[in-house]
């Protein structure tokens, strides 16, 4: 699976949106790029993957980039709920099963 | 309904002991994984089964023995305790090998004294 680099922490307001970047340049174009977060204490929690189209659901946005080299999760309205840590993993279609999850990125989200 | 729910919660024991951890799911998934977190909050796959069969066993010591009765439960079974063995176990189940969506349990902290 490609490796994904993300910054280690970053800060958003709540109620603005909070954008969150991840470059994954070595992604093959059978892997998925998936979305999950963790919230202090609790099991990690899925939110959201794309192959190469921007996919929206109830709870974010995920902006593929044409190249597919880099992604960005978009959480459109931060709450103080969405405090956690958010991993993007690439994932085979063909052998998804193992998440090798990184350090992933640490949002606060401040009032 | 839990969908992933794990036993126990937390979990205080010596070296040397053994012990268990179960995990049950109720969402009819075929796959389910053991992972840890350890200290640094690293979370790394040890297990995974599809169908009770064994499917991955990344470098895990022998002392971890997974056993899956039925798909719908994966315990794991951890002989002569380490201090090294503390960390936050996670189950988690998906709808089929090739899930990357996965639905995790709330995870057993296990402290090895």
Redesign the interface.
């Known amino acids: 699976d490609a490796k994904t680099t993300q910054p280690p922490s970053m800060d958003c307001a709540e109620g603005r949106a909070a954008n969150l970047p991840c470059n994954h340049s070595t992604i093959s174009g059978n892997e998925y790029v998936y979305w999950y977060r963790q919230i202090h204490s609790q099991g990690p929690q899925y939110i959201i993957h794309g192959l190469k189209n921007n996919e929206t659901n109830e709870m974010a946005s995920l902006i593929i980039t044409e190249d597919r080299k880099s992604s960005t999760l978009i959480l459109p309205h931060a709450t103080l709920r969405d405090t956690a840590v958010y991993y993007c993993i690439a994932v085979n279609s063909n052998s998804g099963y193992a998440l090798n999850f990184g350090k992933g990125t640490s949002l606060l989200v401040t009032p | 309904d839990t969908a ?1 729910s794990q036993t126990p919660k937390y979990l205080v024991t010596q070296m040397g002991n053994d012990k268990s951890i179960k995990c049950e799911q109720n969402l009819g998934h075929d ?1 389910m ?1 053991w ?1 840890k977190q350890d200290s640094k ?5 040890m297990f ?1 089964y599809n169908n009770k069969e064994l ?2 066993n ?1 470098t895990v010591p022998n002392r971890f023995s997974p056993k899956s009765p039925d798909k719908a439960h994966l315990n794991l079974h951890i002989n002569s305790l380490e201090l090294g063995d503390s960390a936050v176990y ?1 189950c ?1 189940s ?1 709808l089929t ?11 057993t902290r296990l402290t090895v004294t």
């Open positions: 992933v796959t994984y992972y909050k690293f979370l790394k796959i995974s499917i991955i990344e996670f988690a998906s090998m090739a899930g990357g969506e996965q639905y995790f349990g709330p995870g």
